[in-house]
Each structure stands twice: as C-alpha cells, then as structure tokens.
C-alpha cells in the first residue's frame, strides 16, 4: 500500500466537536426572556443568532457530504434567520450532526459549496469551525456566560480570519478588523480579527 492509498482514512487536522459541544452548553441557560436581547453581531438578536447558528450547521453538515442542494445554496445576509419553534431540539441535533460530517476525511478533499459559494473542502471545514468559535463566543457573551476554546481550534480561526496583502478585507466576509493588543489572550485576539470588540457586553 502506499502513501496516496491512505489518504482516505487520515484523521481530519480539525475536530468541529468541541466547537459543537461548546454552543450545546450554552443552550439550557437561554430562557424564552433572553431571546430579544443584543448579541455582538448588530443585526442579531439572541433569537437569531441561534436560528443563525442553526442554519449554519445544516448547511456546513450538508457542504461536508458534498449533499449540495437548498441549505448550501443560499447566502447568510440574504434575509433575517427564523428561529425554529422547536429549536431546542433541533439545534444541539444539527451541531451533533455538522460535528459528525466533518469526522469524515471525505469531507476535507474536493470541491463543495456553502452559502452559495464554491470553495475546496479543506477551507469549508475551516470555516464551519470559525463559524461555531465565534458565534459560541456571540452567544455566550450575549447570555452572560463564560466561554473558552482551544488553542488548536484558535490558531486554525486566526490563520482563517487574519488578513492578507492582496485581500487585506478578507473578500468582504468578515468585519474590518478591530485592534488587539499582541499580548492579549489568544481568544481576544481571535475576536478582534472576526471584527467584534472583546470587551463587548450588552448595553456596553
């Protein structure tokens, strides 16, 4: 057997589970009173944060099959999310099953496509863990909660978000990024690039 032949069964760089796991925990202290307050993303409230996050994660679960169809297909800015009236089932069902895909080192070769855009494997699953870093961080910081993630997973998100000379805005995905001291925590720093300030607070 040789090298080429084993690429199949490789073990994936990025585990999305933690990630996953994280925006799970964060859930059962969300009560119905909290879905109307300020989240660090101005278009959102908490409610549609979470049918923002809900969305994600069928659509990345779906980019990671190569299952291209109606939730890949549609941008994330083309309209508010609607909250599911059962999203709390639903939600930690679709972060268990976009975890799950991207188990699979399928998921990370060749050509796939999510919020309309057709990018490589690998990139996609970079993102998706982008996506559920910082909006876990968005939602934990809008319900008052603690939050915290690993290096590995960091460092994989700051590469993503960090600009480059000849695409210093980042193809218009992200928000100009905000200053960080270098010495800050890696989490802050990763925050900052994503365009959020770290200090954010509701009515701060």
């Not at 080192?105 to 855009?117: C, E, F």
């Not at 970079?126 to 960091?154: I, K, M, N």
């Not at 700051?158 to 200053?179: Q, T």
Request: negative net charge; proline residues 10%; contains cysteine.
């Amino acid at each position: 057997m040789n090298d080429d032949t084993r690429t199949d069964t490789a073990v994936p760089a990025l585990d999305l589970g933690p990630a996953a796991r994280r925006v799970v925990g964060l859930l059962d202290a969300i009560d119905d009173d909290r879905l109307g307050g300020p989240t660090p993303c101005p278009d959102y409230s908490v409610r549609e944060l979470l049918a923002h996050l809900s969305g994600l994660a069928a659509a990345f679960r779906d980019a990671a099959r190569k299952d291209l169809g109606a939730s890949t297909a549609v941008a994330p800015d083309s309209a508010l999310p609607v909250l599911d009236a059962e999203w709390r089932e639903v939600l930690p069902r679709r972060l268990e099953q976009v975890a799950a895909a991207w188990r699979s080192p399928a998921a990370w070769t060749g050509m796939t496509r999510a919020g309309g855009v057709e990018l490589p494997g690998e990139v996609a699953g970079a993102v998706a863990l982008d996506e559920l870093l910082v909006h876990g961080w968005d939602l934990a910081r809008a319900t008052g909660q603690p939050y915290a993630a690993e290096e590995a997973e960091l460092r994989a998100c700051a590469a993503l978000l960090a600009p480059v000379d000849d695409d210093p805005d980042r193809g218009g995905i992200f928000g100009p990024p905000v200053p960080v001291p270098d010495d800050a925590p890696l989490l802050d720093r990763v925050i900052g690039l994503s365009g959020r300030r770290p200090d954010w607070r509701p009515g701060g």
